[in-house]
């Protein structure tokens, strides 16, 4: 089934650690998004990318990074710089015809 | 102007009832405006969308009305059922990118 998969699934981060994210799709789509939800907050875009080698800062980049070597993999690192990283981060993609993005089931990332 | 205002930020409706959540947005540069359910854990998926050239869109029991002089779109969940209990993202995109801008959710509880 086509689809997007996040893993892993529960993380967490020790003080000072980077920790990556990993969104894989395959469902050929050209652009892909990472957004952190918090409770009462909605969804927040932190980084997205609409083609391969190229990416875009979205409203909350600060403490993220992420890189789009390949079209089905958008991993994102959350850095040591990210003092508040607790959160549940969703993946997303869309087509090149912009139609609605689709969502996998997320990766909720905790500090020990 | 980005902004997507909704509310209320929690409902709760006996089953059977009909269930409203409302969105209010500034930028008339959006041009497309989704609703997505989300259960716990998982991501959002798409519920219904709708352009501004239309002012209503039925899909089985889920009814988007849409004001377009008022900037206001809304979400009916007729006949509410348990299983509809979830919360619900309202969205807007504007024409010239592929980015969302979310709502900050409405959690609907659902009592038998």
């Known amino acids: 089934d086509g689809g997007i998969t996040q893993s892993p699934k529960y993380l967490f981060r020790k003080e000072g650690q980077n920790v990556t994210l990993s969104c894989e799709q395959n469902l050929n789509h050209d652009a892909m998004y990472w957004y952190r939800q918090d409770p009462g907050q909605g969804l927040r875009l932190i980084y997205y990318?609409?083609?391969?080698?190229?990416?875009q800062k979205g409203d909350i980049a600060e403490g993220y990074s992420v890189s789009r070597e390949k079209k089905e993999s958008f991993p994102l690192t959350v850095t040591s710089a990210q003092k508040n990283p607790t959160a549940f981060y969703l993946c997303?993609?869309?087509?090149?015809?912009?139609?609605?993005?689709?969502f996998g089931d997320g990766t909720r990332l905790s500090i020990l | 102007q980005q902004q997507v205002k909704q509310s209320p930020q929690s409902l709760i409706v006996q089953k059977g009832g009909i269930s409203i959540i409302n969105c209010a947005y500034e930028?008339?540069?959006?041009?497309?405006f989704p609703w997505y359910q989300q259960f716990p854990g998982k991501g959002p998926a798409l519920l219904i969308a709708?352009?501004?050239?239309?002012s209503e869109k039925k899909e089985g029991r889920f009814t988007i009305s849409f004001n377009k002089s008022a900037k206001q779109f809304s979400l009916h969940i007729m006949d509410s059922q348990p299983g509809d209990s979830a919360t619900y993202f309202c969205?807007?995109?504007?024409?010239?990118?592929?980015?969302?801008?979310f709502g900050t959710g409405t959690r609907l509880q659902v009592f038998p």
């Open positions: 990318s609409q083609i391969v080698n190229d990416f």
């Open positions: 969205a807007a995109r504007r024409g010239d990118t592929d980015k969302l801008i």
């Open positions: 930028n008339t540069a959006f041009d497309y």
């Open positions: 709708i352009r501004p050239d239309v």
């Open positions: 997303a993609s869309t087509s090149r015809d912009r139609g609605t993005q689709h």
